[in-house]
């Protein structure tokens, strides 16, 4: 199968340095989300926003942005939905600069008990997908967020709200969820469906650059009909505000321990 034809090589024909430039002084932490509303209801808060960088494509261009917050400056972007243009626009932002990235949006639910905006923190991602079999060896599962899982739960902790731990299931066809797949990917062990997880995980191990990814439950497939809940972006936007800000205290936590491990 072409899938297992995984190729270790880390030079390709080609590379992002190819495309991009080096940014000085790019920020050591980036943030990114996927919603359009959210993104600008962000920009919006951070009044200190300023444009450092572009990521180009056919579709257009995507602005990076400095935004401080409590005193320290970090990356903020919003990341194309889908693995490809995600993964690709992320590897432009690596070369720019970018060490440490924390990806955040919404999923959808495979069991009924997450509610709507609850925080789900992925452990291992089903790679129901292809990108990710680029940038590592074929198997069912990648594990996720294996190095700041412990931080974000002491955000979590610290601002009290519960969460929910496991494995998301990620696919390129967000039409094709079909109920005997549904139930496939639960007896798997999946509790969420996205469309990321996997390959941004693999991609930042290839490159060795810092990952952490954390969700917000939208729509819920485990009921007999489609129930859509928040995934609009416009719907609950408070409330998703302020999940934005969790990942910006993370960021801070992040910035912490790599004081601490470079003093």
């Not at 590592?136 to 190095?147: L, M, Q, T």
């Not at 549904?182 to 469906?193: D, L």
Request: net charge negative; glycine share 8%.
């Amino acid at each position: 199968m072409l899938l297992e034809e995984f190729d270790a090589t880390q030079n390709a024909v080609i590379n992002p340095e190819m495309i991009v430039r080096k940014i000085p002084d790019f920020p050591n932490v980036s943030v990114s989300c996927f919603s359009l509303h959210l993104f600008q209801a962000m920009l919006a808060f951070f009044e200190d926003a300023r444009e450092i960088g572009e990521v180009h494509s056919a579709d257009g261009t995507l602005a990076i942005y400095e935004v401080t917050y409590k005193g320290e400056t970090f990356a903020f972007f919003r990341s194309p939905v889908g693995e490809p243009s995600c993964v690709g626009n992320y590897e432009d932002i690596v070369a720019m600069g970018s060490k440490q990235l924390i990806l955040f949006g919404n999923c959808g639910v495979l069991d009924k008990n997450i509610e709507d905006c609850g925080i789900i923190i992925p452990t291992k991602a089903l790679r129901d997908e292809g990108l990710s079999y680029h940038y590592a060896p074929p198997s069912d599962f990648i594990d996720v967020n294996p190095e700041y899982r412990d931080l974000f739960q002491a955000v979590l902790a610290e601002f009290g709200y519960p969460y929910v731990e496991g494995v998301t299931w990620t696919t390129d066809a967000c039409y094709r969820e079909t109920r005997g797949k549904v139930e496939q990917r639960k007896k798997q062990g999946a509790i969420c469906v996205e469309m990321e997880c996997a390959g941004m995980q693999a991609m930042c191990n290839f490159r060795k650059t810092g990952f952490f990814q954390f969700l917000y439950a939208g729509d819920n497939l485990d009921h007999s009909e489609w129930q859509p809940r928040s995934l609009s972006g416009q719907v609950r936007l408070d409330d998703k505000s302020k999940i934005a800000l969790l990942a910006f205290e993370l960021g801070l936590k992040i910035k912490e321990k790599m004081r601490h491990a470079n003093p």
